[in-house]
């Protein structure tokens, strides 16, 4: 089992749409949690941290599931501006980060 | 703003060539990391480093070797290139406080290895 899983996608959505995607890690241990996007031929980054009672950050919520081992993002209202690929980031404890393979997301017109 | 800079963006090199990519963080780090991502297979690990001198092998640190003589500078060395060495190469760099710290990324280098 890989360390991180996430939707394979990719998810093609109409503008306005609401979405989520899911993330799995098998570290119960970890401690720390992130959404990074990556828009095509660029670095990733940021988009927020996921904390333990959940955290929105305008039209994007996170939430964690420390029971289930499982991480979400919910992005509502969708914008064309909204597609890329969605990376989910555990921090196993330590200093090293591990990266999910990203889910990809379009929307459209 | 963190400022991970890569010097190199695009560069295209023969087999066999000794490769420098260089990588400078201006927030004061202790950890910097350097990642490669291909098509599918996500980013992968290289090396990384959690202070000057040291160094860690990642995930995938063969045909590869590092450098960090200065807290702000962290080198990939390619010592000979290979095609299989064609990709795009992240720099990053991150607080060591533990938990809550979050990871800051470069441009990226886009190696191409003929």
């Known amino acids: 089992r890989k360390e991180v899983e996430q939707d394979p996608g990719p998810f093609n959505v109409p503008e306005g749409a609401t979405v989520a995607f899911n993330c799995t890690y098998s570290?119960?241990?970890?401690?720390?949690f992130f959404w990074y996007r990556q828009d095509c031929r660029k670095e990733p980054k940021l988009l927020m941290s996921?904390?333990?009672s959940g955290n929105e950050d305008g039209r994007f919520t996170a939430q964690l599931n420390r029971a289930s081992q499982y991480i979400s993002l919910l992005i509502r209202d969708s914008k064309l501006s909204d597609s890329a690929t969605y990376l989910c980031v555990v921090n196993p404890g330590g200093q090293n980060f591990v990266f999910g393979p990203g889910t990809r997301l379009s929307v459209l017109p | 703003d963190v400022k991970v800079t890569q010097s190199s963006r695009y560069l295209v090199k023969r087999t066999g060539e000794k490769v420098f990519l260089e990588c400078v963080q201006d927030?004061?780090?202790?950890?910097m990391f350097w990642y490669r991502q291909d098509p599918g297979l996500g980013l992968r690990l290289i090396y990384f480093?959690?202070?000057?001198?040291?160094?860690e092998k990642g995930d995938i640190p063969e045909g590869y070797s590092v450098s960090r003589e200065k807290k702000e500078r962290f080198s990939l060395i390619l010592e000979s290139a290979s095609t299989n060495q064609t990709s795009m190469y992240l720099c990053?760099?991150?607080?060591?406080?533990?938990?809550?710290?979050?990871?800051?990324f470069g441009e990226g280098s886009w190696l191409t290895v003929v």
């Open positions: 990053a760099s991150s607080l060591n406080r533990g938990r809550g710290n979050t990871i800051y």
């Open positions: 996921v904390y333990s």
């Open positions: 480093s959690y202070d000057v001198k040291m160094k």
């Open positions: 570290n119960s241990a970890s401690q720390s």
């Open positions: 927030m004061d780090h202790e950890n």
